[in-house]
């Protein structure tokens, strides 16, 4: 049974060098051992006992730890050996001072350890702050409310610190007129990286898998022409509120991430639409195909979101590599290998069953695949990698035997595919592996092949709805498909597209 997490109280001072700095400092490395809940203002107190000294800048923050209280008290010293705390001299001056004023409601008398904190309930520039926060936690020692503490002390030498801790911005830029009073239609970030525990959406009767990966971002919004900029520390901000909102629930997902975070950004930025795009790299265990060697194969997994009044649009997918064979090279070595035997006296029969025996050499290709499913059921990315893969001539390995490597080569000589070819696999494919979902589903299918004999590389790439690639596969012709412009920014309202 795990251990509920501790409740706990911490005060911080500063009166040498940058105090702001200091406990600002403070903060961020307490995070590491600390789940910080709320931070009070900053005060300006006068010193206590030693008053030959600056004044003091104090703040108290309220959160919850894993750690007992000695190891918190232990991590508490190490945070003030990091800032520089040096002071010999007991209430003299120091770069950062740190106490542990409450644990839950522990009342601890140690030789080197007192809890709650011997002043306590005396000193008003503890009380002051920790009763702003925390009115209605209670001194176990005592067994009085710290407002009622605060209450009962003379704060005649506590002032707030109008400042704050950040300096105060007196003008926003971001939301002046800019010089050329024009309209963008996305300004943001790139590149936004942080760690997130991402929950795998299952489908198929497949167990549901949580990991731990970084995953980038790149988060837009649109600016209208009344304002220079958008604000972007609101962007990491919104990011992390998102994720905060998300990690309450069990089966968050990274669609589900990208789709909260744009819903966040329209309302921080007061924006008419927000985009999100976000990638990460993710392991799939694998089986070699003859030795049947256990390898980790990677793939990056990609998530994009666009919210507006009247609509929301999220896609998730893929990106996977496989070996490509050319069947134009492959064709023409074919003939030559005939005309060679008719020459060595074979027969057309003999020769038949030769080139059908035996693999036909080509050049080969690295090929990369994206393919994209635009719904708000539950997609299971395996899936999707899966298709992929089927649509190349032959899957990759990152580890492979010689009979593996055998088992690769024959297989993709014997299957020749265009680049067009692989993005008409993984459209069929798709259409056959969701067929529950609605006709409003979309997908959209990529694949690039880096090519080994030319200085260039091939492209294709195809999109449609579900209820397109039905009627097109059904036989009727000359169906219009919907563009990815099209399906993100649709002029109608939100039409269902499938959801759990």
Known sequence: MTEAPHVVAIGLGSNLGDR???IAGALMRLRAFLRIERVSSAYLTKPVGYLDQPDFLNVACVGTTDASYRELRDALRRVERDLGRRTPLPLGPRAIDLDLLLYDDAVVREQDLTIPHPGLATRAFVLVPLAEIAPDMTDPASGKRIAELAAAVDRSGVKLFEAGLLTRI???VQESRP???LSLNRAGVLGVKTVVELNGRASSGRPRSTSTTIVTFDIYADLDARRSGV?????SQDLEDALGDLSRQPAASMDE???ALAERVVESQHAERAEVDARAEVALLRHTPVSGLPTHE??????RAVVAKGFRRRLVGVQAEGLMACPCAQSMVGEYSRDRLLAEGFDEDQIGRVLATVPIATHNQRGRGTLLLG???RVDLETLVEIIEQSMSAETYDVLKRPDELFVVNKAHFAPRFVEDAVREMLRYA???FDELPDAAFVFARQVNFESIHKHDAVAESCATLGELRRELHGESAVRHTTLEEWLYPKGVEVDLGRP
């Open 375 to 377: 719904t708000d059921a």
């Open 431 to 433: 259409h056959d592996a």
């Open 231 to 235: 604000h972007m520390s609101r962007f």
């Open 170 to 172: 007196r003008r926003d």
């Open 298 to 303: 990677f793939f990056t997994a990609l998530a």
């Open 179 to 181: 010089s050329v009073p």
């Open 20 to 22: 702001t700095g200091n």
């Open 257 to 259: 991430l990208v789709l």
